[in-house]
């Protein structure tokens, strides 16, 4: 298994654990808490993040940026696979912040292939 140096906290983990934040506040700020689906889905995904994000800047390994990925690409598929599209107060915030993520852990696990680091 590889793993990186993990003297240099890496920024993608910090936006991610932020992102993180934004979701499982966003069914209060963005008005849907009252919308089951979504708000159970936004709260599951965010603390999957959370936790993933908070692993990651104690010991980078490279499946939680790849972890982190699918979770994002949920986040932008689950309006249409929950039946929420019609639910925009809920559909934005699981896009944008789906899109951030998924973009976020491609840059780490891109940035991750092309910097030298210690192999296990």
Do not use: K
Not at 92 to 99: D, E, S
């Amino acid at each position: 298994m590889l793993t990186a140096n993990t003297n240099a906290r890496r920024p993608q983990d910090w936006c991610n654990l932020i992102l993180a934040g934004l979701l499982f506040f966003s069914p209060w700020y963005m008005g849907f808490v009252g919308d089951f689906v979504p708000t159970r889905n936004a709260w599951i995904v965010s603390v999957a993040l959370a936790v993933i994000a908070v692993a990651a800047l104690s010991a980078f390994a490279e499946w939680e940026e790849w972890l982190n990925l699918a979770l994002g690409l949920w986040l932008v598929a689950s309006p249409w696979m929950l039946g929420f599209t019609g639910n925009l107060r809920a559909f934005w915030p699981h896009m944008i912040v789906g899109l951030l993520t998924a973009a976020i852990s491609g840059w780490a696990v891109w940035d991750y292939r092309h910097e030298p680091h210690a192999t296990a």
